[in-house]
């Protein structure tokens, strides 16, 4: 199989071909402050010898984001407790959402009038019939 990720993409191209590449980053503490700032125009394999990250790991990583998708078009899911804890305006957001569509590796996740955006570990899947008896309830 073809990998998604090659080693002279540059990183501006990893963030387009799947949304979960900042995250991949971010856990090797790039890209995230002054002192660990990455350029967009850096090449994978520049960004691996720059900063000393095995580039073979690096690679597994970013691979390992479209082994990741077990949500589909339609699902019903909710939200992690501490995502809505965070957000003030979520709490007025129905409990339970569905996904309406999926590009780039994110989610697009409408909770009544409200629409959000993110990965898979962003959203909780439900199956429908929990979700009817405990909006019911």
């Known amino acids: 199989m073809e990998p998604h990720f090659r080693t002279d993409m540059t990183v501006e191209q990893a963030f387009r ?3 979960g590449a900042r995250r991949v980053f971010a856990k090797f503490h790039l890209g995230g402050c002054s ?3 990455i350029s967009e125009t850096e090449t994978i ?3 691996s010898d720059s900063y000393g990250i095995p580039l073979a790991m690096l690679m597994a990583e970013l691979e390992k984001l479209f082994d990741s998708a077990s949500l589909a078009i339609g699902d019903t899911v909710r939200l992690p407790e501490e995502i809505r804890a965070k957000i003030p305006q979520l709490a007025t957001a129905p409990e339970y959402g569905q996904i309406t569509s999926f590009e780039s590796g994110a989610y697009t996740a409408e909770f009544g009038e409200l629409r959000l955006q993110g990965l898979d570990e962003d959203f909780i899947k439900v199956e429908p019939e929990v979700a009817k008896i405990e909006s019911a309830a």
Do not use: D
Request: proline letters at 0%; aromatic letters at 0%; glycine letters at 0%.
């Open 35 to 37: 002192n660990c700032a």
């Open 17 to 19: 071909q799947h949304a």
């Open 45 to 47: 394999a520049e960004v």
